[in-house]
């Protein structure tokens, strides 16, 4: 990981300096840019007016060799400083780093900014520096990524830094997830994503694993006939962590806050196979549960004071001899009884049992789940909203507004009533799918009939697991989306 520190605000003597300055003429964000050119006679200001450089949200401009010793100067707008927010910076923080060139050590202005301005900045650099490299073994030292660490200049020394505790943590538990959805199929499979959790132990986490005797005797029928088809068990996992502390007079504690997770390893589609083109990608089914491990990771590593339980549910869907058919009728942990029409939609068939489990063990105050659930959430919404759907409007509001500040962006979608009858069956409770029309509504009524009336929301983050290019603070590939918006979602309404 990117190797961050933090500096009182000075001007560097050598090497890369990337600046963060604010649009307003007057802003103190631009005093390092007048001592950059007391040091270079004029030379910065000179090329960054050539370069019409205001200082406007997502401007960026590079000036090579300026003088004074430094290799380059790279300037980001950060816009109106009235109008700045933690997303903004995290975003002209990874800007920063995808341009600050070949210097292996490099230093970051964020003068003018408060602390944890300057702690978010750090993090949106961390970010945009994450690689997975642990299967390139020919790659030329040439072709590889420079910064290896990045140097912070703030005004507010104590403050950056104590702000970076939370940042780093939560900079973690984004790698996590990264990793986890990055790792080819048949390295992580159930059994190795299962192990990986339990690694959350040297957090802090309590980690419990069910196999697939306990879960057949539990009862999972619907989550059992996803993983029958492959060679690989499956299994649950349930992480967690006990930050609140004891309120007084030992009246017990507040319910804790659950979040569920899918993780299908790989989505063959089982017998419904999927088409060959593209079917790599289902790698990242397993989009969920890695966000779930993640944020369990963020919040135990910055000692969240809350109570939280993180249940993911661990299966390969494959084709097979033994693989479960169209047709087949499977008995899930509530009970109920679900017709399988298309075994491709499996994802749902999973999180049933995961989310009965979870509201009859732990009787949460609320269940979050997410999913790489459905290809029409992405044909409705694109790849830059998660849509979600939820049975309580405070719940709701609260993932809105933490997906806007966390610049993890999530859209409320429609859950009447009328959604659940296509999914009416001719044989058992209810069947697996209900058709084209608002196919990603009609997976979610679907799930809606395992949460047994308790608050919940589903985000269906199909189309956000996986960036198809660069992003500010997500380069190609895994997002870890969902570990920013939740771990925000959480510090903002429940640790207070
Ligand atoms: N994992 C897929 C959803 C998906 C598709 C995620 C493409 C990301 C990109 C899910 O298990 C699935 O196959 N869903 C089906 C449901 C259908 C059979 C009702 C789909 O979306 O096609
Ligand atoms: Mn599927
Ligand atoms: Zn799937």
């Given at each position: 990981m990117l190797d961050i520190a933090f500096a009182k605000s000075a001007l560097p003597k050598s090497g890369a300096l990337a600046l963060l300055i604010a649009e307003d003429a007057n802003s103190p964000t631009r005093e390092v840019l007048a001592a950059a050119d007391a040091a270079t006679g004029g030379a910065v200001s000179r090329a960054l007016a050539v370069a019409d450089f205001s200082g406007k949200q997502g401007q960026s401009a590079i000036v090579l060799a300026p003088g004074a010793g430094l290799t380059r100067v790279v300037a980001i707008g950060l816009g109106k400083a009235a109008d700045l927010t933690s997303a903004g910076l995290e975003n002209a923080g990874?800007?920063?780093?995808?341009?600050?060139?070949?210097?292996?050590?490099?230093?970051?202005?964020?003068?003018?900014?408060?602390?944890?301005?300057?702690?978010?900045?750090?993090?949106?650099a961390t970010l945009r520096r994450y690689r997975f490299d642990l299967y390139r073994t020919k790659e030329k030292a040439d072709d590889k990524p420079k910064l290896a660490k990045l140097t912070v200049l703030t005004d507010?020394?104590?403050?950056?830094?104590?702000?970076?505790?939370?940042?780093?943590?939560?900079?973690?538990?984004?790698?996590?997830a990264r990793d986890l959805v990055s790792e080819p199929p048949n390295v992580l499979n159930p059994v190795e994503m299962?192990?990986?959790?339990?690694?959350?132990?040297?957090?802090?986490?309590?980690?419990?694993?069910?196999?697939?005797r306990e879960m057949t005797k539990l009862g999972f029928g619907s989550l059992m006939g996803v993983a029958q088809g492959s060679a690989?068990?499956?299994?649950?996992?349930?992480?967690?962590?006990?930050?609140?502390?004891?309120?007084?007079?030992?009246?017990?504690?507040?319910?804790?806050?659950?979040?569920?997770?899918?993780?299908?390893?790989?989505?063959?589609?089982?017998i419904s196979i999927k088409p060959a083109a593209g079917m790599e990608d289902m790698k990242f089914d397993m989009g969920g549960a890695a966000a779930v491990i993640g944020l369990m990771a963020a919040l135990a590593g910055r000692k969240a004071k809350v109570d939280v339980v993180g249940l993911?549910?661990?299966?390969?869907?494959?084709?097979?001899?033994?693989?479960?058919?169209?047709?087949?009728?499977?008995?899930?942990?509530?009970?109920?009884?679900?017709?399988?029409?298309?075994t491709d939609a499996e994802g749902r068939l999973v999180l049933a049992d995961v989310l009965w489990y979870c509201q009859q063990k732990f009787d949460p105050r609320f269940m979050v789940d997410l999913a790489t659930l459905t290809g029409a959430m992405i044909v409705a919404l694109g790849h830059d909203y998660a849509g979600f759907f939820a049975n309580d409007d405070t719940l709701a509001d609260q993932i809105a507004a933490a997906g806007r500040a966390s610049g993890e962006l999530a859209w409320r979608m429609p859950l009447d009533a009328s959604f659940d009858k296509q999914i009416k069956s001719d044989i058992a409770d209810m069947k697996n799918v209900g058709g084209r029309p608002g196919g990603a509504i009609t997976a979610a009524a679907f799930?809606?009939?395992?949460?047994n009336g308790k608050t919940w929301a589903h985000l269906d983050i199909a189309g956000t697991a996986w960036a198809y290019s660069d992003q500010a603070t997500v380069p190609k590939g895994a997002t870890g989306y969902g570990v920013r918006l939740l771990d925000r979602m959480v510090a903002e309404n429940f640790e207070r």
């Open positions: 990874g800007s920063a780093a995808a341009q600050l060139g070949r210097d292996a050590v490099a230093a970051l202005s964020a003068a003018g900014l408060s602390g944890a301005q300057a702690a978010a900045a750090a993090l949106g507010e020394l104590p403050k950056a830094k104590a702000a970076w505790v939370a940042g780093k943590a939560l900079a973690d538990g984004v790698y996590l299962a192990e990986r959790c339990k690694k959350l132990t040297a957090l802090g986490v309590k980690v419990e694993v069910l196999g697939p690989a068990e499956p299994r649950m996992v349930v992480m967690k962590w006990d930050g609140a502390p004891a309120t007084k007079g030992g009246k017990g504690k507040a319910k804790p806050l659950a979040f569920i997770g899918k993780g299908v390893t790989f989505d063959t589609g089982g993911v549910g661990l299966v390969e869907n494959m084709p097979s001899g033994t693989a479960q058919r169209p047709g087949d009728v499977v008995k899930s942990y509530s009970g109920q009884t679900i017709e399988v029409i298309n799930i809606q009939r395992f949460v």
